[in-house]
Nanobody, 130 residues
Framework: QVQLVESGGGLVQPGGSLRLSCVASGFTLDDYSIGWFRQAPGSKREGVGCISDRDDVTYYADSVKGRFTISRDNANNVAYLEMNSLVPEDTAVYYC???????????????????????WGQGTQVTVSS
């Protein structure tokens, strides 16, 4: 079975922090770029960021740059999204996804393209509210 499972979501106050995990099973994450996406109520799903499959180069949406950090632990088949200085606008269901064989030279322009991602998790809810 091939699965991606997100965890770590929950309720957090504005200004707080949260770390999401994405655990892969049935395949090894080291062969894939990993993207994080989110979908707020009534909104389209949008890209949060991405980490490459080779050199761990990261890319972020302007809305989260400087606040969120993506990392990976290939030995344990886990990717992370660390979120700091959270604001209510960050409230959304967060998804991780994997993309195989993406040219790292194209990632700066293509990391937001959902069609490049083969596997998707079910999402984890993050709610930022006082």
């Amino acid at each position: 079975q091939v699965q991606l499972v997100e965890s770590g979501g929950g309720l957090v106050q504005p200004g707080g922090s949260l770390r999401l995990s994405c655990v892969a099973s049935g395949f090894t994450l080291d062969d894939y770029s990993i993207g994080w996406f989110r979908q707020a109520p009534g909104s389209k799903r949008e890209g949060v960021g991405c980490i490459s499959d080779r050199d761990d180069v990261t890319y972020y949406a302007d809305s989260v740059k400087g606040r969120f950090t993506i990392s990976r632990d290939n030995a344990n088949n886990v990717a992370y999204l660390e979120m700091n200085s959270l604001v209510p606008e960050d409230t959304a269901v967060y998804y991780c996804a994997t993309a195989e064989g993406v040219d790292p030279l194209r990632l700066p322009l293509s990391w937001r393209l959902e069609r490049d991602y083969e596997y998707w998790g079910q999402g984890t809810q993050v709610t930022v509210s006082s």
